[in-house]
């Protein structure tokens, strides 16, 4: 059973960059796509950004399209999510998954579709 633990959280100023790391265990991740997601305590889990099994192909919300850049690592079975201009209303805590389709092409961005959810990391911005 694959586990994911991501990393990189903190506290920053609006502004200010940050980058994620999302390390898989107990099995490979490398003919998967992945994804991004965050969260806000009592709300629903957000689609932030996917990535295809081979890197090529990347899919982002509107809300951080031009601002944040996933990518991957597959010798290291490593995703990251590189965040720049961070504004207030980004603080959430971000989550990695594993696409349960093998070797999408195309990322997708529901929920429903990824599993093997991380622990999850705070990214606090303030204004």
């Known amino acids: 059973q694959v586990q994911l633990v991501e990393s990189g959280g903190g506290l920053v100023q609006a502004g200010d960059s940050l980058k994620l790391s999302c390390t898989a265990s107990g099995g490979t991740v490398r003919i998967y796509a992945m994804g991004w997601f965050r969260q806000t305590l009592g709300m629903e889990r957000e689609f932030v950004a996917a990535?295809?099994?081979?890197?090529?192909?990347?899919r982002y919300a509107n809300s951080v399209k031009d601002r944040f850049t996933i990518s991957r690592d597959k010798d290291k079975d490593t995703l990251f999510l590189e965040m720049n201009s961070l504004k207030p209303e980004d603080t959430d805590v971000y989550y990695c998954?594993?696409?349960?389709?093998?070797?999408?092409?195309?990322?997708?961005?529901?929920?429903?579709?990824?599993?093997?959810w991380g622990q999850g990391t705070q990214v606090t911005v303030s204004s």
């Open positions: 998954a594993v696409d349960q389709q093998y070797a999408r092409t195309t990322p997708v961005a529901a929920e429903t579709q990824y599993a093997n």
């Open positions: 990535i295809s099994w081979n890197g090529a192909s990347t």
